[in-house]
Nanobody, 116 residues
């Protein structure tokens, strides 16, 4: 069984920063991609950023230049540094892990609220 636990969410003012972290534990073998998704109220879940085992990254156009994804393969962690936050970044942020055998695992999410 694989568990993902996100942390770092909270309330921040527009223009502020937050850093999300996700730690994976359990029967983990050969992690391929780690990613962050988000889901705002009334909207579909969307990809925010992803990072491969080799360090290649991909970002949604809406966060490019403001968010940075990173991972520590030795610790099975992935982080998301979010700068210049906007009210439209308000959402529940989910961590997703994909193994090389294509199995996906999701965290329970952490709420980010951007408001003055």
């Amino acid at each position: 069984q694989v568990q993902l636990v996100e942390s770092g969410g909270g309330l921040v003012q527009p223009g502020g920063s937050l850093r999300l972290s996700c730690v994976a534990s359990g029967s983990i073998f050969r992690i391929s991609t780690m990613a962050w998704y988000r889901q705002a109220p009334g909207k579909l879940r969307e990809l925010v950023a992803a990072i491969t085992s080799g360090g290649s990254t991909d970002y949604s156009d809406t966060v490019k230049g403001r968010f940075t994804i990173s991972r520590d393969n030795a610790k099975n962690t992935v982080s998301l540094q979010m700068n210049s936050l906007k009210p439209e970044d308000t959402a529940v942020y989910y961590c997703k892990l994909t193994l090389f055998d294509a199995r996906d695992y999701w965290g329970k999410g952490t709420l980010v609220t951007v408001s003055s």
